[in-house]
């Protein structure tokens, strides 16, 4: 087990609702991102936070938000619910320490919009 | 930009077969890491290894070998004696030096059935 653990397990939605994902990172580690990965696909970044603030991003609306805490945990926010938003929604933690760190996957969160 | 191709969807052997899992990559950067994750039925992505553009040496770990070609932008993965347990989703997936952050572009993965 990595120590990434992510919550609620699953979640059913109904669309325009909004939801809010969590995770706690593994100990030592600073930096978290979030994934959302559709059935029968590959994971796709959403963001990355390190320090509390967003560094980084992929092809996602701002619909899609996020936070990191003090103590590195983090929360991933979906406003106004569509279908096409039920995946697998996971979570990573890693060390910055440079470009070199490997990324350790929680459990996941499965989201579905009804 | 960057991308990774795993061209099989699905493969399946009989326990103790080996097996090999094709990755190619495309990327303009000449740093950059390649990570092979597991995901069994739970859905948690399991580490298995991580390697970076400057080392083409393959590696062995148990069962596990990896083969990374730099000249034909490969990273494959074979399972020797191929085991029920190791029946999961296996992806592929590259990160960039230069983003400024650390982003995996995955594969579509790779579902390998293992049957007794």
């Known amino acids: 087990e990595t120590g990434v653990t992510q919550s609620p397990t699953h979640l059913i939605k109904t669309r325009g609702q909004q939801v809010t994902l969590r995770c706690s990172s593994q100990?030592?580690?600073?930096?978290v991102s979030w994934y959302q990965q559709a059935l029968g696909q590959g994971p796709q970044f959403i963001f990355q936070y390190y320090r509390e603030e967003e560094n980084g991003r992929g092809n996602f609306p701002p619909r899609f938000s996020g936070l990191q805490f003090p103590n590195y945990s983090s929360e991933l926010n979906v406003n106004a619910l569509e279908l096409d938003d039920s995946a697998l929604y996971l979570c990573?933690?890693?060390?910055?320490?440079?470009?070199?760190?490997?990324?350790?996957f929680g459990p996941g969160t499965r989201l579905t919009v009804l | 930009a960057q991308k990774v191709t795993q061209a099989q969807t699905e493969i399946s052997v009989v326990e103790k077969e080996d097996v090999t899992l094709d990755c190619v990559y495309e990327t303009r950067d000449t740093t950059y890491y390649l990570f092979w994750y597991k995901q069994p039925p739970s859905g948690e992505l399991v580490f298995l290894i991580r390697r970076n553009s400057f080392d083409e040496q393959n590696e062995i770990s148990g069962r596990y070998s990896w083969n990374f070609q730099k000249s034909t932008s490969s990273f494959n993965f074979t399972i020797t004696a191929s085991q029920v347990v190791d029946s999961a989703v296996y992806f592929c997936a590259l990160s960039e030096a230069n983003t400024g952050f650390q982003k995996l572009v995955f594969g579509t993965g790779t579902r390998l059935l293992v049957s007794p």
């Open positions: 100990s030592g580690h600073n930096t």
């Open positions: 990573a933690s890693s060390s910055r320490t440079g470009f070199t760190d490997t990324q350790y």
